[in-house]
Every structure is written in C-alpha cells, then in structure tokens.
C-alpha cells in the first residue's frame, strides 16, 4: 500500500522557519516526481514546489511557484524516500495545510502548470502549518 506521510508542521512566529517532510513508502520513490501544494480556509489549493525524478547527476530540477521561491526550497533524499520543504521567513499568509504529492509521469514543472486539479498518483494527507504574527 502506498503512502505519503507528511511531518514538521507546526506553529511558528513570523520570520520563523520550518522544514517539513514526506516519506513515501510502498512505490520506488526515485521513480516518481514530487511535490508540494498547500490550502487555506475557502481557497483552491494551489502549488508550492515541485522536484522532478531525479537525473544521473543527481537530485532533479526543482520548480517554484514565483512568489515562494525566495524563501522555500524543496529537496528530495531517494535513499530516504523522503522530499522536503524548507520554508524560511514565514509569513502569517503562508499558514495552510501542505500536502506532498508524488506522480510518476509528470516534471516539476508541469505541476505547476497543472496546478491541483491534476489526477496524481498520490497525495499525503496534509500537515497543518501556522504562522503567528
């Protein structure tokens, strides 16, 4: 069975940072693109960061949305199965749930054109991130 577990989420003050994770367990994991979307209250979800499979020179090409890429940097470790999500100098309007996502057939950057409404392989089911002013 397959599963992608988030961690690292928590509450944290304004410029503050935080690392979240997702270990995914019963895929090959270095087959798959990853990847992070988030969600606030009564908004769509919308991308994060995304980490294509990985080449022969190592970790894959990473793609951002444009207003996050300054602070965020997303990371992936195939021998852990696991991608990350440093997210440094938070702000109250990042506080949403992130959900990791990871899709065989897709590029980083292709999630980000494709945005939520894609039919990924699999998604995580969330970690509550918060920013307190």
């Known amino acids: 069975q397959v599963q992608l577990a988030e961690s690292g989420g928590g509450l944290v003050q304004a410029g503050g940072s935080l690392r979240l994770a997702c270990a995914a367990s019963?895929?090959?994991?270095?087959?798959?693109?990853a990847g992070w979307f988030r969600q606030t209250a009564g908004k769509e979800r919308e991308f994060v960061a995304g980490?294509?499979?990985?080449?022969?020179?190592?970790?894959?090409?990473?793609y951002y949305a444009d207003s996050l890429k300054d602070r965020f940097t997303i990371s992936r470790d195939n021998a852990k199965n696991t991608v990350y999500l440093q997210m440094n100098s938070l702000k109250p309007e990042d506080t949403a749930i992130y959900y990791c996502?990871?899709?065989?057939?897709?590029?980083?950057?292709?999630?980000?054109?494709?945005?939520?409404?894609?039919?990924?392989?699999?998604w995580g089911q969330g970690t509550q991130v918060t920013v307190s002013s």
């Open positions: 019963g895929l090959s994991f270095s087959s798959f693109a």
């Open positions: 980490v294509s499979i990985s080449g022969s020179r190592g970790s894959g090409s990473a």
């Open positions: 996502v990871a899709d065989s057939g897709v590029t980083a950057q292709a999630m980000s054109v494709m945005g939520p409404d894609y039919e990924y392989d699999y």
